[in-house]
């Protein structure tokens, strides 16, 4: 464990005990970057302070500034940023007035950064080994020999089994972790006395996740400051001492983690904190007893990808006015259960039926027709939308399915019905789906999955990629819109806390099978499969919870690794 | 890739058929038809064999470098272009060495450099794409022969490498333009990348954040212009060869078009696109070499 | 000429500022009124001799001097604006057409129609497509139609192989999905969500592809394979005035220039309107 933080080399310059960081008044600007050539002011005054050992969270959504000052500290916020600050002191220097040699200096050697997904922040078409050895050659007058060897005892220190083999592959040969592992292993090189982390667990697995929280946690341990960025507050819950939050460019609200965790001050914080402990608040809606009618029904269903089953012999029934939620991590096979559901994939065995009648085992021709019956809603709403056609066309033509000819004046009222039925004002018909926000365009996917008057409704991962306050809301129109229209719900997600809202039971998914599935709060509370509970330990929680979660440290526990390799 | 050229040979030899009356009175000329003759002529040229017997023939007769006989010059073509290889190779080459370099150091200077560098440097690329090569060279020829006389006027023979300079660069000019064009962008993708946000956080320099990460991955979108490069050099030999008075194939092959003489320009096209799918196919291989995400996808 | 097309379009990052946009598409419009009517820049006869007037040094006269028959050299540039477009456009037309069928047929049609037609696609992209234009030149002879048609054939395939990826592309993009899944009728998908995407961004790829048709045919019509001799045309005015560089450089510098001006006015609307489009994606 040693070496990996800072302290360990750092010893020649342990007289500058101090605050590592110590900015106010900081402003990021970037001239005429803005839609018609206006300003963008990304950050508009902002203070903090770090000291050595300590871990500053910066949260906040997309747009918030928080990624800006994360690399305005280093330099690197871009050629055409304008920078300024009343102090702007990293690692003990004055930063605002550094030159570009000045900066290298720091960098690395002073503030190591770790950003979002290994797979493009380390170079795709160099070696793992390559990237490390940079970093360690940057600052030192090591020879290849003393550089390589300090390569594999750098991917060691930060839990990459078998570092001589790993150090020879490419980024892409790796596990998300193991890749993830790479790049904190590369950041932390020069022994710098501050890391900063910009959402360094967002494109991993929550088992993963939670293994590479570890990590960092140790770094901070060792000594060096920490400052961690994301937008999920539970995720930098358990290593934060101090939390701010951001939003539009400015800190709306910072102080120690437990005062911001148990009396928040901004409606923000607030929300955000609601995001974080949905996971563990247990469902508010009484559980409906299945009324063993099938809406939808997997016999057996089975889809193999070249030797890989994607899909294996999964069953499983969403009954009439059910929210059933499918739960697993990337690569389980959920989405392809989903496509053959919904029979846009053609199942390799088994067969799925709707409202027990044949549907995978029907021509396409005949599917049509009752296509109406159950709709999409997808992840990603952008690119489900043909990118030219305005909403108004999007909804008419989804209007027409089952009902060729209709008024025109019938069907601009039905529009607007639409529109009103998921909360968007129906002066948006004219907009296209790139001109509006991401929380609308996923209304306008809900509205257009109603249009044809479906009875069920499959989501696949519909929230994913919005942000906590947005997501909140969707989740809540599509609680009402089922209780309203009497919907069953098929629910994909891999987000734990999400399902634990949505659904009335549960079904876990692992290498295409399923391993668990029961009532919601019956998996929550006691779960059956060692899997299940990995799941929820590894979820991360505001709160620190009982010593039972001893197994998700240690890197041996990579258990996609063989798996992922492949991609 | 010997399917491609047995298919490329093929599209030759239907080619060929549809002209394949013209033969015959090219090659009687201006003596009395006769019927004797005629049948003499077509048996000569193999007119008289079924299609696909022909069509064997004449594929089978390419795989042993038999490319035909020219109407023309009643010689085999595979001779005649054979004589008049090394000036064309000798020009593409100096055309090629002279554009890749031209086109990356200026793609080096100016990538994500001043905004004015790049803009002028862009507007002049714009330009050499679209000036017609034999016009440039007639331009060329204008200042630097005729006005100051520093290169000769009529092409080979007499002084060779200085009459190489003018053709070879009249043929680099487009070549350097694509190549820093596709290079800068490249490069400019490259640095806007994360992992140029980490190597930068490293502390490393700019200088070699461009010559050990993003160089490379321009390479990738370079590779892609072989097939352009190839295309300009064959074709622009054609126009250029004519317009300095060159000898090499690129001439052969406009004379044999005047003179309607189809299978000495079939054998030149059959030739370049041999040449161009063997260049493909090395920069197929070379690929995974540059990028080792590919490699096992194969 | 074909691989061209795509890699130009790829530069579309670089987009052209707002006023060298309206400035290229004046160019392009002025040029297109030449073509149309010639008249209206020049009353001077493109075809009228004149051996008192021959090789003329440019003047008030002659804006651009007189060619070695006496000819204006202005009105031989303006009115061999209509053969040099009618050229470039007529072969572009083709090509697309003949693109869009066959990369349509080589990704959406069955195996027995698509597999030939994708065979066929490689082995003509196997030439480089100025070799080819020549191939069929020295198949169907010389004039205005036989190269635009020769171009046609050079171009086309690198035009097919576009459609097909884009098709390919847009077919499995998460829109045509969600048609499928919400129950349209394959032929409507085909009609209101394939073939808008797809082809609208390949017209704009068309009109940067139309600098190069434009530059192919001068040089086809340089060789002397172009529209008969007195018609004015700019490739074959070029080679009219090879002979008298050292005395009359007008001759041959006028109509190189018209080809050059034409050629970066279309590349930057074409570009410009690229980049409109949100680079084609």
Redesign the interface.
Known sequence: MSGVGAAGAGGARAGAVGELLDVRGLRVAFPGAGPGGADVAAVRGIGFTLAAGECLALVGESGSGKSVTA?AL?G?AG?RAQVAAETLRVAGRDAGALD?PGW??????E???V???AL???????RVGAEVA??VR??SSNSRVEADARVLELLAAAGVPEPELRARQ?P?ELSGGLRQRA?IA??L??APRLLIADEPTTALDVTVQAQILALLERTKADGAGLLLISHDLAVVARLADRIAVMAGGEIVEQGSRERILHSPAHPLTRALLDAARAAERPRQRAEKPSQGLGALEARGLTKRFGDRRAVDDVSLTLARDEALGLVGESGSGKTTTARML?G?TAPDGGEALLEGAPWSALPERAR??R??TI??V?Q?PL??????WTVERLLA??LS??QPRRVRGGRRDAIDALLTQVRLDPALRTRRPAELSGGQRQRVAIA?ALA?GPRILVCDEPVSALDVTVQAQILALLAELRTRLGLSLLFISHDLGVVRQVSDRVAVMRGGRIVEQGPTEQVFTAPEHPYTRELLAAMPRLEPRPARSAAISGPAADPALPQEAAS | MVAVMVGAATVAFLALELVADDPVRTVIGLRPATPELLAQVRSDLGLDRSLPERWLLWVGGIAHGDLGTSYQLQRPVLEIVGEQLLPTVELALTAFLLGAAGGTLLALATA?RRPRARAASGAAELLALSTPPFWLGIVLLTVFSFQLGWFPVIGAGESGLRALVLPAVTLAVPIAAMLAQVLRDGLEQALA???A??????????LRLRT??AL??ALLAVMTLSGWIVGSLLGGAVVVETVFGRQGIGRVAATAISSADVPTVMGVVLLSSFFFVVVNALVDLLYPL????LRGRA | MRSGVGLVAAQGRRRASRPALLAAELVVLLIALAALAPGLFTSADPLATDPAAAVLAPSADHWLGTDQQGRDVFARVVHGARASLEIGVGATLVAVTAGVLLGLGAALAGRWIATPLLRLVEVLLAFPGILLALLVISIVGNGTREIALAIAVGAAPGYARIVRAETLRVRS???V?????????PGRIVG??LL??VV?PLLVLATIGLGETILAGSALSFLGMGPKPPTPEWGSAIADGRDYLATAWWISFAPGAAIVATVVAVTVVGRGWHARLGGGR
């Not at chain 1, 290298?104 to 050697?109: D, I, K, T, V, Y």
């Not at chain 1, 690119?383 to 030219?388: K, L, M, Q, V």
């Not at chain 2, 946000?197 to 700019?206: K, L, V, W």
């Not at chain 3, 999905?177 to 129950?183: H, R, T």
């Open positions: 690399r280093l690197l050629p570009e290298r200096a720091l960098r690395g050697r503030v190591g950064l950003l979002q997904d493009v922040a380390l170079d795709p078409l160099r940079e970093a940057a600052h490419r892409h790049l590369s950041a090189a020069g919904l846009l049509r027709a296509r109406a709709q999409l997808a990603d690119s489900a939308f043909d990118p030219r033509e989804a399915i089952g257009r044809p | 994500g990348q994360p992992f946000t980490t190597a930068r956080a490293r502390g490393i320099s700019e050990h990460h490379r991955h540059v990028d080792p995400r | 993009a998460g829109f999905e969600s048609s499928i899944a919400l129950g349209v009728a209101r969500h808008p995407n609208r």
